[in-house]
């Protein structure tokens, strides 16, 4: 991708150094082209921009579920955050769209044992939400291991926050 | 002499018959070795390393009292260097490049107190850039002419995953003391790499996207070949000795269990049936059980299931949180956390039992050690050790009682196989 990166930008300079010796229609029909949209199109794509707008807006109104150590069942204290997901997930804005639970851990104990704990995270999650009323066949789960912690530093808390059950809203 | 004899040879049946039991060697009963380096015209940073990896290679045979001194001496001479003269043996090598570009290492091996060369051969490399493995094989020939256990291991290569940054991982080829390394497979989330052929020609590894897939990568062709897909997640946590079974972890309904995988028919058993966590099976008995990893007693320990049966036999009885296992013959190497305090610094420590006795060996004591993984012929045992915010290959050779760090200089190790 950065190769791609870099070549386009060698390409558009070439055109630009060209277009001093003359080609500037070049240039000009390049742009031209560019803003040639129809109707449909840019429609289409105004309604593929809103839809992911919507996601993402959805998405950051649901909080992550947070377990303790070497642990899959969900907490006491994370069952308020459960229901207000389910809800939310529930809802006429959301209820059209995939659900996918991503289950994680922190650095502690080997990886693929982590990986397997992530997923008992992620499917408890699961369970919580299908028992607030969300349908399971909008569900999908996969699991991170340790391989996506949201903190770096060596500490407690921040080992606590990586050993969640994240949502991501899916078209 | 006759009684050190004696002795020596007690100690090989002892190791013969039980490998979990301590033995420490006494360094001045083992002889003394010097490397010397014959090259000419040869770009000198080059070989001055080659000598020092080299040495590093003598002393983790752990069969000489290694002198590390950097000696120059003319290659055809069988006289030792005169720093060298206390030794009993001289390693000496000869680093040239042939007309067609192949790098061609001479060596010899002198018995530094007769002045007589005991053995003379090379070694040649395709690539410059591979000269560590030339380096190895010295020391493997050398190890094999004095009659010492087996060390192929130190010969082959090593892969691992190293993550780079947060669902970002590497797949790395390296030597067993990450000398050489190179970076085979990069982009995304790739990890749990294992050898798929006897030649090291292929591994498999998993790429965590969409939905987790294993591939076959065959380094000589370049192809990635689609093994199989799983939701939630999937692992390749071993290959059977003939590389024709794979035992997988993965979830098809969101259950991690264990599964038998057939690479020619290329049908997938389900082995385990537990509601919980089994992870991490590894061959046992001649491919007729395996051992594995799971929290059927309320945190994870180590047990054994048939692979035709549903009888399953707990393996290990010492440690609260047992997480990771390898095995060879009769005997489990495995990881257990060794505090009630989850996070002190010595927390994950490695052991090893025999279905045979109820003695259990304690091979590690300080920082994170996870992932054990034996050699083929159980000479030794791979490792990854995390301290502090260090990263490291670590390597244990049982019968010697000793062990060896090599750090990694990028990254983190995920996950290896050698």
């Known amino acids: 991708m950065r190769g791609k990166i870099i070549l386009s930008t060698l390409l558009a300079a070439m055109f630009l150094i060209s277009g001093c010796g003359g080609k500037e229609a070049v240039i000009d029909e390049t742009a031209e082209k560019s803003e040639k949209k129809t109707d449909t199109e840019s429609s289409a794509q105004a309604g593929v921009e809103a839809e992911e707008s919507s996601m993402l807006t959805a998405e950051g109104e649901i909080k992550s579920i947070y377990f303790d150590f070497d642990v899959f069942t969900i907490r006491g204290d994370m069952q308020d955050s459960v229901e207000k997901n389910s809800e939310k997930l529930n809802s006429d804005d959301v209820k059209g769209y995939r659900i996918k639970i991503e289950g994680n851990c922190d650095e502690w104990g080997t990886d693929e044992y982590n990986y397997a704990l992530g997923l008992k995270r992620a499917t408890s999650t699961k369970k919580a939400i299908v028992a607030e009323g969300v349908d399971a066949d909008r569900i999908t789960l996969i699991s991170f291991g340790e391989a996506n912690p949201k903190c770096s530093e060596k500490t407690k808390s921040c080992w606590a926050e990586n050993r969640r059950a994240d949502f991501k809203i899916r078209p | ?418």
């Open chain 2, 1 to 418: 002499m006759s009684r050190v004899v004696i002795w020596l040879l007690s100690l090989n049946l002892l190791f013969a018959s039980d490998a979990t039991i301590d033995v420490k060697k006494s360094a001045d009963l083992i002889p003394s070795i010097a490397v010397e380096d014959g090259s000419i015209n040869y770009r000198h940073k080059i070989s001055k390393r080659f000598q020092k990896i080299l040495t590093s290679d003598l002393a983790v045979l752990a069969q000489f009292n290694v002198r590390k001194t950097y000696q120059k001496n003319i290659f055809s001479s069988d006289n030792p260097h005169k720093e060298n003269e206390d030794m009993n043996y001289v390693v000496r090598y000869r680093l040239k490049q042939s007309n067609q570009g192949i790098m061609i290492c001479d060596y010899k091996i002198i018995d530094a107190k007769k002045q007589e060369t005991l053995l003379e051969d090379h070694v040649k490399v395709m690539q410059n850039d591979l000269y560590v493995f030339a380096a190895h094989k010295i020391a493997y020939d050398l190890n094999k002419y004095f009659g010492f256990p087996d060390v192929k291991w130190m010969k082959q290569r090593v892969v691992f995953a190293r993550y780079i940054s947060p669902r970002n991982s590497d797949i790395v080829i390296s030597d067993y003391s990450l000398t050489y390394q190179k970076l085979i497979i990069r982009g995304g989330l790739n990890i749990f790499p294992k050898w798929a052929d006897a030649k090291q020609h292929a591994f498999y590894y998993t790429v965590v996207g969409e939905k987790p897939t294993l591939y076959r990568y065959n380094m000589t062709t370049g192809k990635h070949k689609k093994i199989i897909s799983s939701s939630g997640m999937l692992v390749c946590s071993d290959v059977s000795k003939d590389y024709k079974q794979l035992l997988l972890t993965m979830a098809p309904d969101d259950q991690p269990d264990i599964y038998l995988y057939d690479v020619k028919s290329d049908d997938a058993t389900r082995l385990t049936k537990y509601q919980g966590i089994d992870v991490g099976g590894q061959f046992l008995d001649d491919g007729k059980r395996f051992a594995f990893v799971s929290e059927r007693l309320g945190y994870p320990n180590i047990f054994a299931k048939g692979i035709e049966n549903n009888e399953v036999e707990q393996l290990v009885y010492y440690g609260k949180n047992n997480n990771s296992c390898s095995t060879y013959r009769n005997y489990i190497v495995y990881t257990s956390r060794e505090t009630n305090n989850a996070f002190s610094q010595n927390s994950f420590n490695l052991h090893m039992v025999s279905t045979q006795t109820e003695y259990v060996r304690h091979l590690t004591s300080t920082g994170v050690n996870q992932f054990p993984k034996f050699s083929d012929d159980g000479d030794a045992i791979i490792f990854i050790k995390h301290y502090k915010r260090q990263s490291a290959l670590g390597i244990i050779r049982l019968k010697q009682n000793k062990s060896y760090l090599f750090p990694l200089k990028v990254g983190k190790i995920q996950s290896l196989d050698w």
